[in-house]
């Protein structure tokens, strides 16, 4: 037969390596000003775009979906090409993808500074993003299954497996969890409230984790780590287990992130049950990776890339093992809310995704470039200060963890709390500072090996169309792996099945979870005393998601002693009905909310909002004085009683006319209170609102009980 002559696109890699690179070290440095704002409240500066609330979201954003998103694409776009023995099926469609995704990421980042937020954690992005990122997706799932289609090898390898459920995975999780009511260009509400915009949430944002951090990049490992070590796979059988059991039993663990909160317990022991099955398919790849590595050990003392591929494959198995073991309710009570979560979550970040990323990136780019690594003792010093900026970031969080958790809940032995809130903050500010350390570490790493990098580049020539030959894939030919035909070689002669039976495994457990969520009724037992926001306190709910609150309080008092001694009544899951979206929040910076209303005077919270210091001393909030000078929008109240009242908010027949009117009636008494106490401030005033929402937050439930009938 024949060879038919084609080359390969690297033009199309060398762009996402490039994107990855740059976009890494922007969210990383955007991850090191926050950290550092936490041990040193000056770092916020004073202004809007600088505080942790607004640049907590950029950073998560620009490494998940920059950072590791540009990975994912340069690694998928390079070994797809090799493994299909075919160009990418369109060129069009590859800069179409590569532009779209920078432009959402850029337009992203721009939009969060400003404060445009869902408020939804991993999901801030506003409506007009959700749209253009469903059809960048839609035109690299197009991208990727026509260059499968038109393959001249007729083998699926298992790394395919893992992209095509990607992108079906993610897909699906994108467009439901994306469901909001636009209020305008760059405002909208979720379509969800309380606890069903909770549990499609956490159905989103672990499984984002799951899906977008954790199964490409096995695809990665599963191409990328044989070929560094010159070695097969070390079991494929294993690789084929590994991905139907992950892809299955992923998609269930959502709701271990709600662990003791209002949802219902049902919910919350499936969530369990199946981050537990967790840990053998998770466990299965990390064996699989580094057994890989079998008799290559030898090598790895010397190879950089191997190290990292080694540690990667290492945090991978460490942070699969915690996040069951987080999953436990015995060890989930001392764990959440706490920094223990942002250990764990950056196990998994900094060591599987960013170490996985610069093996690939010191590996390829010499390959496209046709030429050797610049220096490969400076990526034995980047991997050697990587790994020292992985453990000085991670330990103090796990040692500020079991510091907050046992001081939060330690009493006297009169019954009393022993700690107020804000000494379990300024006690952990230590730790704060030698978390930065890490990170500055963990940065200085990453701009040596863009040092190298571009001087590898400028020592090579760069072949942009690789030449490549193969012989034309044969019509109606059994598929025979190894000289036998196995069970799963009917599947891989039809990728289009593939994508409909991953759709499927991976639907089944959302559908069980979050449909009775919706229409059992008694799931969420409505409270008569709840009811919606007045326009005023709807404008200052907004204000607080807009300022990135909900990244340091949080409004779910769980039925502890140590919380109900501290905040109050624990929450019931009728008390959020009217919330588009929640705000329950996933880290207590500061202490939670959910009975702040009526605690304290106005003029308090107008103080505290002015200089947190002056009514907590040693506070490490950022101050927020533009909420004194900026006027609330009043041209927008009658668009967001009309979203809320086809949200279900049950607002009166046109009472958007009137809306407005309320709204100067409840300010002017707001404004009153405050001249009471010697702070003049005009009622229009964006701090006015903000304080209306706090005064009623929680306010509701002391009332009357709750009921168990629906409304």
């Known amino acids: 037969m024949s060879l038919e002559k084609f080359s390969y696109d690297n033009r199309t890699v060398k762009w996402f390596a490039y994107a990855a690179t740059f976009w890494g070290l922007i969210g990383m440095l955007a991850g090191l000003w926050i950290a550092l704002a936490l041990a040193y409240p000056a770092m916020n500066l004073g202004y809007a775009p600088t505080t942790f609330g607004r640049l907590r979201p950029v950073h998560t954003n620009a ?5 590791v998103g540009n990975g994912i694409f340069m690694g998928v776009y390079y070994s797809l090409q090799r493994l299909c023995k075919a160009r990418m099926f369109s060129d069009l469609l590859s800069k179409l993808h590569f532009w779209g995704w920078q432009a959402i990421i850029a337009g992203g980042a721009l939009t969060l500074l400003l404060g445009c937020t869902t408020g939804k ?4 992005l506003e409506w007009p993003f959700d749209i253009a990122i469903t059809v960048v997706w839609l035109i690299f799932g197009a991208n990727m299954l026509g260059t499968i289609l038109r393959r001249r090898e007729m083998h699926l390898y298992v790394a395919i497996w893992f992209y095509i459920g990607t992108w079906v995975a993610v897909a699906m999780l994108h467009i439901v969890n994306s469901f909001e009511l636009p209020v305008s260009f760059l405002k909208s509400y979720s379509w969800y409230a309380g606890v069903q915009d909770a549990l499609v949430q956490w159905w989103y944002g672990h499984n984002a ?3 977008f951090l954790t199964t490409p990049y096995l695809g990665l490992m599963y191409y990328f780590v044989p070929k560094a070590a010159n070695r097969p796979v070390y079991s494929y059988r294993w690789s084929i287990i590994h991905f139907w059991a992950l892809i299955f039993i992923y998609i269930w663990a959502g709701p271990h992130h709600l662990l003791y909160t209002a949802l219902p317990e049902w919910a919350q022991s499936l ?11 998770s466990w299965g790849g990390m064996l699989n990776g580094l057994l890989t590595l079998r008799g290559a050990w030898d090598r790895v003392r010397e190879d950089a890339i191997l190290k990292f591929f080694v540690v990667a494959l290492t945090c991978y198995g460490m942070a699969t093992f915690e996040g069951p073991m987080l999953s436990l309710k015995n060890v989930n009570a001392v764990s959440h809310f706490t920094d223990w979560t942002i250990a764990h979550v950056h196990v998994g970040a900094l060591g599987w995704n960013g170490f996985l990323t610069f093996g690939i990136l010191y590996w390829l780019i010499p390959r496209i470039f046709a030429t050797q690594l610049y220096s490969r003792k400076w990526a034995n010093t980047h991997f050697w200060i990587g790994t020292l900026g992985i453990i000085f970031y991670v330990i103090p969080m796990y040692w500020a963890a079991f510091t907050q958790s046992m001081m939060w809940k330690e009493f006297t032995p009169e019954g009393q709390l022993k700690y107020q809130f804000l000494e379990t903050v300024t006690t952990i500010v230590p730790m704060y500072a030698l978390r930065a350390v890490g990170g500055l570490l963990y940065v200085s790493g990453v701009v040596l090996m863009m040092v190298n990098l571009v001087k590898t580049i ?38 289009l099945q593939m994508v409909a039976f991953s759709l499927i495994v991976v639907a089944i457990g959302g559908i069980i979870e979050l449909i009775p969520t919706f229409l059992v009724r008694s799931n969420v037992p409505t409270i008569s005393s709840v009811k919606p926001y007045t326009p005023l306190e709807l404008h200052g709910r907004d204000i607080y998601i807009r300022e990135g609150c909900y990244t340091c309080h949080s409004q779910m008092i769980r039925p502890f002693r140590d919380e109900v001694a501290r905040y109050g009544e624990y929450s019931k899951a009728g008390e959020f009905v009217y919330d588009h979206p929640f705000q329950w929040g996933s880290k207590r910076t500061g202490p939670d909310l959910a009975r702040i209303g009526g605690k304290y005077p106005d003029s308090w919270h107008y103080n505290h909002m002015l200089d947190p210091s002056s009514m907590s001393p040693g506070s490490i909030m950022p101050s927020y004085p533009w909420l004194m000078d900026d006027r609330v929008d009043k041209s927008a109240t009658p668009a967001m009683i009309n979203a809320m009242r086809k949200l279900g908010v049950p607002y009166p027949y046109k009472y958007e006319l009137q809306a407005n009117a309320d709204m100067e009636n409840q300010a002017k008494e707001i404004a009153a209170s405050l001249k009471k106490d010697k702070l003049e401030t005009p009622p229009d005033r964006e701090i006015v609102a903000l304080i209306a929402y706090l005064q009623r937050v929680g306010r509701d439930i002391k009332e009357a009980p709750a009921k168990t009938a629906m409304k």
Do not use: C, D, Q
Request: charged share 15%.
């Open 63 to 67: 490494v998940i979906f920059a950072f």
């Open 209 to 211: 984790v799951a899906f």
């Open 121 to 124: 954690e991993y999901a801030e």
């Open 271 to 281: 969530g369990t049950v199946f981050s537990i099955m967790l840990i053998a398919p």
């Open 458 to 495: 400028r020592s090579g020539s760069f072949v942009a169309n690789e030449p490549a030959e193969a012989a034309p894939l044969p019509k109606r030919t059994a598929v025979v792996t190894h000289g036998t035909a196995h069970w799963h070689n009917w599947i891989e002669r039809r990728p």
